[in-house]
């Protein structure tokens, strides 16, 4: 669980936010500035929520601005959101230098600040997904250390970044959800002449359409109801870097026409503005989707598909470089048994067999999660094929009974029971998990594990 750390001298404001966010992350609170710097130095901080308004200086901003700057010293890995009465845009803009990863304007909304939280800590795995990654060879150059893999597929992706990254066109990058597209986005804008510059991504799928207009081009004071103050969108704070735009097929085809008059005329216009702001910001967008089959059935903007589509990178899937997977299962083993403790020092040649005879329809994700289950619940030093548990398939008749296919056939052996009792109880999981004698939160994880679905 991600540690939250609250600072504000207002005991009500903290507690409020305490209530609010408990459930999902472990807060902490602190009042002031020496109180912030203790347990910033002492605790597994992951994401701070500062007031920049603190004791003894309530009347300015400093004492906030020096603990924003002392944060980002000691813990630079650590991402702040501020909070603040100031409504001063020079303030606004000073903190975003400084390295805060948003604003926001007192009063503010609850359910909002929830998803920008869930944006920065998703970036901030990311990021430290990329630093802790090795590279697989000295023949790789360091900026693809975020991309691990010898195959021939993977390292044609490593060839076409290099000579997109010389250039400063739009790419489009596309796959299979849990390829790695995020990840070769920031290895095109780190080798590219934009790397000191800000790299944002967004995911366009995943925010409300309301909020991802204002998101990527910002707003006015008095925009609408609760604009309060000025606020830059992506695209502006991007410029002089690069923006992601992720699962762009699920962007609207009003906010398509946008984008593409974005792209095109290289401005944006706030909204409630009425001044178009010039920009300098590299698109580079991803999707799991085939845009070309969208445009033919008018999901998505031919005129926007031709601007996007200038540079396309495909992203194999894991089964199409499945000489990777050795190695992406020697790292996991080493970063999940460092996170939780444990002396897992390898895995066994049948449990390596088991992997690689496996199609991994969730790619590099779903192994990264399965070792990371693995490392968790395995008892010994070696991973065996009883640690493995991965989604239930169809075997041959005929097939040699091995331990690794004798625990396939007990997971698909629960998966067609629990599916069974489903259908006579009409997919009520409450008597259904009544029938099969198990608590229905039970019931709720094995259908999440198993993949169970009603349309099956």
Known sequence: MNTVLVVDDDERLRKQIYWALKDLYRVLQAENRPQTCQIIEEAPVDLVLLDLRLPPAVDTPEEGMKTLEEIRRVKPETKVVVISADKQEETYSRTIREGAYDYFSKPFDMEELR???????????????????????????????????????????????????????????????????????????????????PFVAINCAAIPESLLESELFGYEKGAFTGATTRKLGKLELASSGTILLDEIADMSLAMQAKMLRVIQERTVERLGGTRLTKIDTRVITATNKNLEELTMKKAFRKDLYYRLNVVSVYLPALRERKEDISLLVSHFIRKYSRVNKKKIRGISTRALNLLMDYDWPGNVRELENSIERAVVLGQGDILHPSDICLEPREKPLGSRVTPSSIAISLAEAERKLILETLRLTHWNQTKAAKSLGIHRNTLRRKIRRLRIRQDV
Do not use: N
């Not at 993977?154 to 790695?180: H, N, P, Y």
């Open 115 to 197: 998803i920008v939280l869930k944006r920065a800590l998703h970036r901030q795995y990311v990021e430290r997904q990329i630093q802790r990654l090795g590279l697989p060879s000295e023949e790789e150059r360091p900026e693809f250390a975020s991309i691990l893999g010898k195959s021939k597929p993977i390292k044609q992706v490593f060839s076409i970044i290099r000579m997109v990254a010389r250039a400063d066109c739009t790419v489009l990058l596309w796959g299979e959800s849990g390829t790695g597209k995020e990840l070769v986005a920031r290895a095109i804008h780190s080798t590219s002449r934009r790397a000191g510059g």
